[in-house]
């Protein structure tokens, strides 16, 4: 089974830190994404990788930075937290397969939470 | 640009009724469409991909169909379980980049 792992389940952050999560997957998969869940607005694409060292942004990338040194890991950086950004954070991958084949795979969720 | 939609937003059957969630989308070049389910504070588990070649998949008691012509999907459950209870989610990528533009989702009760 294809997997993809959060580093955390919880976070709790202070307003001005620097923040990274970190999102690792075990299937080869070319293409991650960072996105980002809050009621009544559903889920927002941040940013997103085809490849190492390769990143394209979302449409909310303001106020995220993001690092994929390997290709199994996708990193979000969050370069001063702040309390809009109270959020569950959902990190995903799929293959660069052909047209239409491409299924995305998501991790458990990061709940983060800045006070 | 791609907009997906679902109707209604909360659902609530008494176990052992057959359902079906709508998702709709506003551009039928689609490439595929995606249902996902998510527990309450959890991440979303893919149920099922169909791709836009095809009209239909299913898996076990879940029947998903594509219709591209009138911009439609459906979720079909057979003899709902309590254990269905989640919120059902759709989304479609507007191109062949793996990015999801996602419905609002379906929020499920199965009562006992």
Redesign the interface.
Known sequence: DVK?T?SSRYLVKRTGEKVFLECVQDMDHE?M?WYRQDPGL??R?IY?S?DVKMKEK?DIPEGYSVSREKKERFSLILESASTNQTS?Y?C?S?P?GQ???????????T?LTVV | KQEVTQIPAALSVPEGENLVLNCSFTDSAIYNLQWFRQDPGKGLTSLLLIQSSQREQTSGRLNASLDKSSGRSTLYIAASQPGDSATYLCAAPPSNTGKLIFGQGTTLQVKP
């Open positions: 993809v959060q293409n994404f559903g889920l694409l997103f085809y979302g569950m959902l995903a799929s660069l047209k239409g084949i491409a299924e995305a795979f998501f991790g458990q969720g709940r």
